[in-house]
């Protein structure tokens, strides 16, 4: 069993609250980060001890971190337990995230959109004005993802560098600063 500090355990109760924020249960945020602050791998029993809770609990947890490519069953050698580990990068992390919140939340928005517009150009009984709210909703939505899958192809030190252009981004766009 792992003992937390203090830092670590004020960390790991502020990830349960945010995965709330963000739609995730506070158990599977709370077991990601225990993971993500772990120097090794952990077996789900360790998980539960720590974290004062249910093993089950953890077994369901590590299943859907695992769908969400966020954390992975490993071997340790000399012990026949399962053990799990998250992603350790933050740039592979927030990527990953993103690619799988895309694929659950944008990419069947952006599917009902084109069938709504595609039949609202039919139907001449169709609010002209919620059609072209749509349209418009639709528009953003694959500008938005084209953007996205041209810098998710680049390397992190390239997105690095990009955020830390900031202002000078800005005065080069004439948007002052």
Known sequence: ????????????LH???MGIRWGINRTVAQIHALLFLSKRPLPAEDIADTLDV????VS?????????????????????RDHFESLKDVWDLFRTVLDER??????????LLR???????KDRDADGYAGQKMRELME????????YAQIRAWPAPVVTKLFRLGDKAGK???LGG
């Open 15 to 17: 990830w349960g609250e």
């Open 140 to 147: 953003f939505f694959e500008a938005t993802t084209r953007w």
């Open 115 to 121: 069938e709504c517009v595609a039949e609202g150009a």
């Open 172 to 174: 080069v766009l004439g």
């Open 1 to 12: 069993m792992k003992k937390l500090g203090s830092i670590e355990q004020k960390f790991v």
């Open 102 to 111: 895309k694929k659950r939340e944008i990419d069947p928005t952006l599917a």
């Open 60 to 80: 369901n947890s590590l299943k859907e971190l695992q769908g969400w490519g966020i954390v992975r069953r490993v071997h340790v050698l000399g012990d026949k």
């Open 54 to 57: 249910a093993r089950s609990n």
